[in-house]
């Protein structure tokens, strides 16, 4: 028996005795406890994410007119030429790329070198960038401060799936569930409360000041809620941080595995950002009460929901086949793009539809391939395979929001005017 199997034997045991032992010490209110705790860490850790891209046609709109976009300019129908689309002279895709890309080089680096901080302080991380995102779009006094927010909520985003991804490792499969509908939720909470308060008056910048509310509740869920020997353990203990470490070149090698669940998610999240970031604002309907910033923000609120239902249904509904779930995608994301130039869907309430079933696949996507490799990988191994593999929904995000920069701007210039 060579030293890498010898290895995995004893890491594989420690792993099951400290999962028998919390098991047996753990009451069932405690347990319950660990999966509430879970979705509030999944609420509060996309929450300022969901803001960012809810808010991002107005934070574009205000930097660009030099002026805070006040409540009755946003919910006032504009006058509009039927001849022509109106669009932001920059894509929605702009923030969506300042929002995804430090995520994305996060997950790349993070398997490589985040077992060597405990995850007490991984959280304290996550929480200040969390804060420091909410105050810094609502100061912002250009677009470069308001970029900058938005990327503190992406190292917010980032660090934090890894992190309680690799963490639900340690605790039963089912807060992984739990952790995926609060992400859900927040796409859902996070839209709705955006949407909902700028329509009831209060103005974008005080909105986002009321959502500091989120990174104090996240410090409370992880530090007061979660209840777990093992968290206790893994954040104190350099003993258990050194049995549980995998090799350079264990970490490459477990890469491959994994390939197979990070393609599909890959494919379906790249379909459903080109949809929310390159096509949904201009995806407009001219004859209905709402203003063209009214329809985008409650197509978010739309799309959350289906997000919010569909990451919540693992354990009623499980998806195996999961190459199923792109191939869907991409038969939505061609009905929207061949809508935007040919216009013949007759109402925006078909749209609503085709945008909530876009939320169902996307969710069902990313709740599905976590599931699965919580029962398929070796259990020595799924720690550092859970937070590996959320490099997949990123990547297929930034590639989205890098093609429908360019794309927005075709779109537009072929017969459109700029607002």
């Not at 594989?12 to 098991?23: C, D, I, V």
């Not at 353990?233 to 970490?251: A, G, M, P, Q, Y």
């Amino acid at each position: 028996m060579n030293e890498n199997e010898t290895r995995s034997k004893d890491e594989l045991s420690f792993r099951e005795n400290m999962q028998n032992a919390t098991g047996n010490v753990l009451s069932s209110f405690d347990k319950k406890r660990n999966l509430i705790g879970f979705w509030i860490l999944g609420l509060c850790n996309n929450f300022a994410y969901v803001i960012m891209l809810s808010a991002a046609h107005d934070i574009l709109k205000e930097q660009e007119k030099g002026a805070e976009v006040h409540h009755n300019e946003t919910t006032t129908t504009e006058p509009v030429d039927e001849h022509y689309m109106q669009c932001n002279e920059i894509s929605t895709g702009a923030i969506l790329l300042a929002d995804i890309l430090p995520t994305l080089i996060i997950k790349l680096t993070a398997p490589f070198y985040i077992h060597h901080i405990s995850y007490r302080v991984r959280v304290a991380i996550v929480v200040l960038f969390n804060l420091s995102s909410f105050l810094l779009v609502g100061f912002s006094v250009g677009i470069w401060m308001s970029i900058l927010g938005v990327v503190c909520a992406s190292i917010c985003g980032g660090l934090g799936e890894v992190t309680y991804m690799s963490l639900s490792a340690f605790f039963d499969r089912n807060v992984i569930s739990t952790y995926s509908s609060g992400t859900g939720g927040a796409g859902v909470f996070g839209a709705l409360s955006y949407a909902g308060l700028t329509s009831a008056g209060l103005s974008p910048r005080n909105t986002l000041f009321v959502m500091t509310i989120i990174p104090v509740t996240m410090a409370i869920s992880y530090f007061g809620i979660l209840k777990s020997l093992i968290t206790s353990l893994l954040d104190d203990s350099k003993e258990v941080s050194t049995k549980i470490d995998l090799s350079l070149k264990d970490r490459f090698r477990l890469l491959r595995p994994l390939l197979k669940y990070m393609i599909p998610l890959i494919l379906v999240y790249f379909a459903e950002y080109f949809i929310n970031q390159g096509l949904m604002e201009i995806l407009y309907f001219n004859n209905v009460s709402w203003s063209i910033s009214e329809q985008y923000r409650w197509y978010q609120v739309d799309y959350q929901l289906g997000v919010f239902i569909s990451r919540s249904s693992v354990n009623f509904f499980e998806v195996k086949r999961l190459w199923v779930l792109p191939i869907i995608q991409f038969i939505n994301l061609g009905i929207l793009l061949t809508q935007v130039f040919y216009r013949y869907i007759p109402s925006i309430a078909i749209i609503f539809v085709i945008i909530f079933f876009e939320g169902l696949l996307g969710g069902a996507a990313f709740v599905n391939t976590f599931y699965q490799i919580s029962k398929e990988i070796r259990a020595e191994y799924r720690e550092y395979s859970l937070g590996a593999a959320t490099i997949a929904d990123s990547f297929g995000i930034s590639v989205a929001g890098a093609v429908s920069i360019p794309s927005h701007n075709h779109i537009c210039s072929l017969h459109l005017k700029v607002m």
